[in-house]
């Protein structure tokens, strides 16, 4: 079994975690994005919403740059936020109940669906 001491890197080493190429992006911009929801309890059918703009500015640090991995880590939490945010699942929620309506004029079976999909759609953003 080995020491704390063996577990460490030697000296100069770098780990995979700090090798490699750094990125830094000055600034990213999402403008006029859509979310579509698209599920086979649609029937075929999807619902759009649009995503609320989007601007983030140097990604990776100020001057150093960062892994691939982290800028783009920061860039989908943003997406994320964003198509989690009320503005757009408000959006999605209303397009379901307007399909609900015009799938049997909101009778009981196109609301059950609508329900089932507002649910799966909850559980995608982890909500």
């Known amino acids: 079994m080995g020491t704390e001491?063996?577990?460490k890197e030697p000296a100069g080493k770098e780990t995979s975690a700090t090798s490699g190429k750094k990125i830094l992006?000055?600034?990213f911009i999402v403008k006029e994005g859509k979310v579509t929801l698209v599920t086979s309890l649609l029937a075929g059918k999807?619902?759009?919403a649009p995503l609320p703009?989007?601007?983030l500015t140097n990604l990776g640090g100020e001057g150093q740059g960062a892994s691939p991995g982290q800028v783009f880590g920061e860039?989908?939490?943003a997406l994320h936020e964003k198509i989690a945010s009320s503005a757009v699942t408000?959006?999605?929620n209303q397009g379901l109940k307007e399909l609900g309506k015009s799938r049997g004029g909101a009778g009981e079976g196109a609301k059950k669906q609508a329900g089932?999909?507002?649910e799966k759609f909850k559980g995608l953003l982890g909500k």
């Open 25 to 27: 992006i000055k600034d």
């Open 116 to 118: 089932a999909v507002k």
């Open 5 to 7: 001491e063996s577990k």
């Open 53 to 55: 703009d989007i601007h």
């Open 46 to 48: 999807s619902i759009s």
């Open 75 to 77: 860039i989908f939490k």
């Open 90 to 92: 408000d959006t999605l």
